[in-house]
């Protein structure tokens, strides 16, 4: 319960702050409608039936990512520079639910992105997305939300003990866009990139979601899908509680939150 109570708070505050910050705002309210007219109008002459689902859902997961990206490594970044790093990750409650609390809040409001582009699309374009199996579909974006968090558990710690979260933010985003299949299939890229796109959880999870949402005609292989973005998840997650024990010992070791 503690733990929960901590989550709730740590929610609840960096809500708060980050929608205070005008590069944030950006984030979450301007660039999903750019990510939106932009795949708009390259799926529009496409040919493909209900193109405007592939519209909704990579601009909204190009957002959600961008969201997550830039508020991780920056989060991580103020407080290296307001010296509070060194306190959270000392104090009674653990680095580890504090941080999960405002990956959780990230992914909130990441999430805005996905609404405004549904917002958008019929508004401007008179399009609307068209769901073929919503319970599947409601089952994929759980499990996407799900792979996210997962994700973000394991660059947490890497942001955290390096000196150049920005630079590592600003590497991070467009190539997951690629990799991920966010924008385009995976099938497009290079035989010698496919497999990192195969380990990249929501890779699996964009793969689903456009299952459900045009129709799914294998269900065996959608839920094949499914079970292996939830191992691979489950794995991201071990992974990272491994890296949070071993930044543990090494900042107290060598005292190296700080930003001297």
Known sequence: MNNIRVIC???????SQSFSR????FCIIVQPLIYTFILYM??????I?????????????????????FSSAGDIERERYMGTLENIFCCPSRFTTIMLGKILANTFLGLTGMVLSIAFTKLFFNQSMIIINPIEFMI????????????????CPIFTLSKNARALMNCLEYPIFI???FVFPVSMLPKIIKPISYIFSPMWAIEILKESSF?????????????????????YIAISKLLFIKIDKKTRIEGTLGVS
């Open 215 to 235: 129709g799914i005609t294998d269900m065996n292989s959608f839920y094949k899908k499914a079970t292996l973005l939830i191992i691979i998840s489950i794995v």
């Open 179 to 181: 990799i991920g299949g």
């Open 140 to 155: 994929s974006f759980i499990l996407m939300l799900f792979s996210f968090v997962s994700v973000s558990l394991i660059i």
């Open 49 to 69: 039936e209900n193109y405007i689902n592939n519209v909704i859902l990579g601009s909204g997961l190009c957002s959600l990512w961008s969201a997550i990206c």
């Open 9 to 15: 708070s740590t929610f609840k505050l960096h809500l």
């Open 22 to 25: 005008a590069t944030f705002r």
């Open 42 to 47: 390259m799926y529009r002459n496409s040919g």
